[in-house]
């Protein structure tokens, strides 16, 4: 069964840092590509991180500057390391794995998307 944790959220002054961690675990997939989502109340889920097996990151204009994914393939761990918060950055962070879920042998896959139960981050005023 597989298991996408968030950690690290929690409430921070303006100008503060934080650094969400997620860790996937019960899979023998390979995982394609990790990322970070969020939420605000009232809001529709936005997309703030996201990076490929191969490194290649893709960040919400948003974020850009102030926020950095990274990734530990051998522990199928990502992180967002969040610099110079605004109180706009509040939401529940959810962290979305996605796995390669190989069929035959002739190499055919198919991807399946995993979701965490999120984080909270407020940033306070």
């Known amino acids: 069964q597989v298991q996408v944790v968030e950690s690290g959220g929690g409430l921070v002054q303006t100008g503060g840092s934080l650094r969400l961690s997620c860790a996937v675990s019960g899979s023998r997939n390979r995982i394609n590509a990790m990322g970070w989502y969020r939420q605000a109340p009232g809001k529709q889920r936005e997309l703030v991180a996201t990076i490929t097996d191969g490194g290649s990151t893709n960040y919400a204009g948003s974020v850009r500057g102030r926020f950095t994914i990274s990734r530990n393939i051998a522990e199928n761990t990502v992180y967002l390391q969040m610099n110079s918060l605004k109180p706009e950055d509040t939401a529940a962070y959810y962290c979305?794995?996605?796995?390669?879920?190989?069929?035959?042998?002739?190499?055919?896959?198919?991807?399946?998307?995993?979701w965490g139960q999120g984080t909270q981050v407020t940033v306070s005023s």
């Open positions: 979305k794995a996605t796995l390669r879920i190989v069929i035959n042998v002739e190499g055919a896959y198919r991807d399946r998307e995993y």
